[in-house]
Nanobody
Framework: QVQLVESGGDLVQPGGSLRLSCAASGISIGVNDMAWYRQAPRKQRALVAVISSRGSTIYVDSVKGRFTISRDNANNAVYLQMNSLKPEDTAVYYC???????????????WGQGTQVTVSS
C-alpha cells in the first residue's frame, strides 16, 4: 500500500523560507519521477517541481530560482526547499509520482494529506 506523508508546512512571512518533506512507503522513489504539487484555495491542484529518477529537475516558471526539489533515495524521501516565499505560494502542498500514483478498482489517484503553506504578513 502506497503512503505519502508530507510535512513542514507553516505560516511564514513574505520573503521567508520553508523546507517541505515527503516520506514515501510502498513505493521506491529512486526509480520514479517524483514531484511536488500544490492546490491553492479555489484552484485545481497543479504541478510545481519535478525531479526525475536520474536527478534532473524541472520547475514551473513562477517558482524558478526560488524553489529547489531534491531526493534522498536511501531514506525514500523527497524535499522542497522554498525561499523568497510570496503570498501567491499559499497552498496545500503534496508530493507524488509523475503522473500521480494510481491504485484501487476502479483506479484513482493516491494522495497524502498534504501540508499547508501560508505566506502572509
Amino acid at each position: 500500500q502506497v503512503q505519502l506523508v508530507e510535512s513542514g508546512g507553516d505560516l511564514v512571512q513574505p520573503g521567508g523560507s520553508l523546507r517541505l518533506s515527503c516520506a514515501a512507503s510502498g513505493i521506491s522513489i529512486g526509480v520514479n519521477d517524483m514531484a511536488w504539487y500544490r492546490q491553492a484555495p479555489r484552484k485545481q491542484r497543479a504541478l510545481v517541481a519535478v525531479i526525475s529518477s536520474r536527478g534532473s529537475t524541472i520547475y514551473v516558471d513562477s517558482v524558478k530560482g526560488r524553489f529547489t526539489i531534491s531526493r534522498d533515495n536511501a531514506n525514500n524521501a523527497v524535499y522542497l526547499q522554498m525561499n523568497s516565499l510570496k503570498p501567491e505560494d499559499t497552498a496545500v502542498y503534496y508530493c507524488n509520482t509523475v503522473p500521480p500514483f494510481k491504485a484501487g478498482s476502479p483506479e484513482s489517484d493516491v494522495w497524502g494529506q498534504g501540508t499547508q503553506v501560508t505566506v502572509s504578513s
